[in-house]
């Protein structure tokens, strides 16, 4: 089982980016994919969810409209689009699978993480 990350880096405030996670080694379409961060020094956050039904459920609201997430059943790939970057938004990106419906918590498979650096 792999869940791989990628699309971080340095972007300026208000720039975008738009991280992949890729799934192998498990059933792609019977798990939900969440997204978490982990800001330096800080814990990490939970930000959404995307369903086996393409449902979003966002867990943080300083996110709203500026994140999106889909997913493409057939590569077994999520992409997270990240608008509007702020500097708050600096953290180490994290992918993970949860069997059948999203929740905060709860997820069986992590992925190692992609850092996303938003500074002028």
């Known amino acids: 089982v792999q869940l791989q990350a990628s699309g971080g880096g340095l972007v300026q405030p208000g720039g975008s980016l738009r991280l992949s996670c890729a799934a192998s080694?498990?059933?792609?379409?019977?798990?939900?994919i969440g997204w978490f961060r982990q800001a330096p020094g800080k814990e990490r956050e939970g930000v959404l969810c995307i369903s086996r039904s393409d449902r979003t459920t966002y867990y943080l609201d300083s996110v709203k409209g500026r994140f999106t997430v889909s997913r493409d059943n057939a590569k077994s790939t999520v992409y997270l689009q990240i608008n509007s970057l702020e500097p708050e938004d600096t953290s180490v990106y994290y992918c993970a699978a949860k069997v059948y419906y999203c929740s905060p918590a709860g997820y069986m498979y992590w992925g190692q993480g992609t850092l996303v650096t938003v500074s002028s």
């Open positions: 080694g498990f059933t792609f379409d019977d798990y939900a």
